[in-house]
């Protein structure tokens, strides 16, 4: 332990210059590869929605595109907004990790299509699901899943059981509310 000190000591001393002069240096930036497998979301949108005037925009981070929080009793729900290239692996994948996020089970690709809730919007049919776990009701998800062109639009509302109950048809009228910008 007493040659670790001394050695970092003595690398100290030696690499420490008696100079007023900032240091600069120079780092080569590592290239990005991105695979088939790895989604990433896109910047320039051109799409809008309707936003209940009771819901507050908060920060929406590097991959959202918009994030609110929405008043709910004593507490608030929280709504993401995102968009993916591709299909972002597909319902089933989406739909059951969500599902992992709540201690669920996965689901097969027929009993997902059949939890499904079919909507549409000026943009194209969506479809939504509720996902829940009886063991602990303080986290659900409603989550629309929006395929358009080359890319995948995801709405993802996180509240307890009760809240979802509460938000489910002003959650249906916001996922039909989107449409392209003119």
Same mark, same amino acid.
């Given at each position: ?60 981070? #590097? ?6 929080? *929405?008043?709910?009793?004593?507490? /608030?729900?929280? $709504?993401?907004? &995102?968009?993916? !290239?591709?299909n ?51 986290? #659900? ?6 395929? *358009?062109?080359?890319?995948?639009? /995801?709405?993802? $509302?996180?509240? &307890?059981?009760? !809240?979802?109950?509460i ?13 392209l910008?003119?």
């Open positions: 332990m007493g040659r670790t000190y001394l050695i970092f000591i003595l690398l100290l001393l030696i690499s420490c210059k008696d100079s007023k002069d900032p240091r600069t240096y120079r780092l080569s930036k590592d290239k990005i590869i991105q695979s088939e497998d790895k989604v990433t979301p896109t910047k320039k949108e051109s799409f809008t929605w309707d936003v209940p005037k009771s819901w507050i925009p908060q920060d929406k981070g #590097s991959v959202r595109l918009a994030s609110y929080k *929405i008043p709910l009793l004593d507490s /608030f729900a929280d $709504l993401s907004i &995102t968009k993916f !290239g591709g972002a692996g597909g319902e089933t994948a989406n739909v059951n990790r969500w599902r992992k996020q709540l201690k669920l089970p996965e689901l097969t690709e027929s009993e997902i299509k059949a939890s499904a809730f079919m909507g549409q919007s000026k943009m194209g049919n969506y479809s939504i699901y509720k996902i829940s776990n009886e063991a602990n009701l303080n986290s #659900s998800f409603l989550c629309m899943i929006l395929p *358009i062109d080359d890319s995948t639009i /995801f709405v993802k $509302l996180n509240a &307890t059981e009760s !809240g979802i109950k938000l489910e048809n002003e959650f249906n009228a916001f996922c039909s509310s989107f449409r910008l003119k």
